[in-house]
């Protein structure tokens, strides 16, 4: 059988199920503490497109539900968050070699995850806050004999900007943050593969929130560690053969 024909657009989407670790310090909020979240389905959609030969455009779509599980001491308004992450990526192919490929990749992401806060009544409020990413990373492909496309990936994360969901002010500014995912592709057709892949992201922002009333100050870290495993379908249209 022949070499793949050159890949101009594809359609991407998976279903899987995750787990956020969600940790919250402020050194002057009682509200300081750690949730883990077991939830689903956690979704990924990605839609890909061949620019010049061997640079792609890629736009994905990413959500998981959590729910953060109290104690009776602290009253939420809402127990209920939607993490979310929307990227647009350019992805390089600077070597091939063989059934071997190697990747740079570049661009901008936009993620929204939940924060806590206690007003001057010691109530507690979940709200969604957003902000802005840049990342580079790096992306290695492998065809095996048997026709299995196995993958690896990491990617560095720069966190900068920020919006409160309530009305606020919420900036941000880097620590360490990464992502990465390990998985393997089985092509069904010659232009449609299932894949199942593991995925880890871990996202540490320094954060500054302001109310917008005036009543709440806060300054403290976050960190966000989600872990998921998700299976999806792909689907590729060749080059010369999009309408």
Same mark, same amino acid.
């Given at each position: 059988?022949?070499?793949?024909?050159?890949?101009?657009?594809?359609?991407?989407?998976?279903?899987?199920?995750?787990?956020?670790?969600?940790?919250?310090?402020?050194?002057?909020?009682?509200?300081?503490?750690?949730?883990?979240?077991?939830?689903?389905?956690?979704?990924?959609?990605?839609?890909?497109?061949?620019?010049?030969?061997?640079?792609?455009?890629?736009?994905?779509?990413?959500?998981?539900?959590?729910?953060?599980?109290?104690?009776?001491?602290?009253?939420?308004?809402?127990?209920?968050?939607?993490?979310?992450?929307?990227?647009?990526?350019?992805?390089?192919?600077?070597?091939?070699?063989?059934?071997?490929?190697?990747?740079?990749?570049?661009?901008?992401?936009?993620?929204?995850?939940?924060?806590?806060?206690?007003?001057?009544?010691?109530?507690?409020?979940?709200?969604?806050?957003?902000?802005?990413?840049?990342?580079?990373?790096? !992306? /290695?492909?492998?065809? =095996?004999?048997? *026709?299995?496309?196995?993958?690896?990936?990491?990617?560095? $994360? %720069?966190?900068? &900007?920020?919006?409160?969901?309530?009305?606020?002010?919420?900036?941000?500014?880097?620590?360490?943050?990464?992502?990465?995912?390990?998985?393997?592709?089985?092509?069904?057709?010659?232009?449609?593969?299932?894949?199942?892949?593991?995925?880890?992201?871990?996202?540490?922002? !320094? /954060?500054?929130?302001? =109310?917008?009333? *005036?009543?709440?100050?806060?300054?403290?870290?976050?960190? $966000? %560690?989600?872990? &998921?495993?998700?299976?999806?379908?792909?689907?590729?249209?060749?080059?010369?053969?999009?309408?």
């Amino acid at each position: 059988k022949g070499p793949r024909p050159e890949t101009q657009f594809w359609l991407e989407g998976g279903i899987g199920l995750n787990s956020h670790r969600f940790k919250e310090d402020s050194p002057l909020a009682e509200e300081s503490s750690q949730y883990t979240s077991l939830a689903g389905p956690a979704i990924f959609t990605e839609a890909g497109f061949l620019l010049s030969k061997n640079l792609n455009a890629e736009l994905s779509y990413q959500q998981m539900p959590g729910r953060i599980q109290t104690s009776n001491l602290i009253t939420l308004d809402k127990n209920t968050y939607l993490w979310q992450n929307l990227r647009g990526q350019f992805d390089w192919q600077f070597k091939n070699d063989k059934n071997r490929s190697w990747h740079l990749l570049f661009g901008l992401e936009k993620y929204q995850v939940p924060f806590l806060y206690s007003d001057a009544s010691s109530n507690g409020h979940l709200i969604d806050n957003t902000y802005l990413a840049s990342l580079i990373g790096f !992306k /290695y492909q492998w065809t =095996s004999n048997s *026709g299995l496309l196995y993958e690896a990936l990491m990617r560095y $994360h %720069l966190p900068f &900007g920020g919006e409160a969901g309530d009305g606020g002010q919420f900036h941000v500014s880097p620590q360490l943050s990464l992502d990465g995912s390990l998985g393997v592709r089985k092509y069904l057709t010659d232009q449609l593969s299932a894949g199942l892949f593991w995925q880890v992201d871990s996202q540490q922002i !320094k /954060y500054d929130y302001h =109310s917008s009333d *005036g009543t709440v100050d806060r300054t403290g870290t976050q960190t $966000h %560690l989600n872990s &998921g495993v998700y299976l999806n379908i792909k689907y590729e249209w060749f080059v010369g053969h999009l309408l």
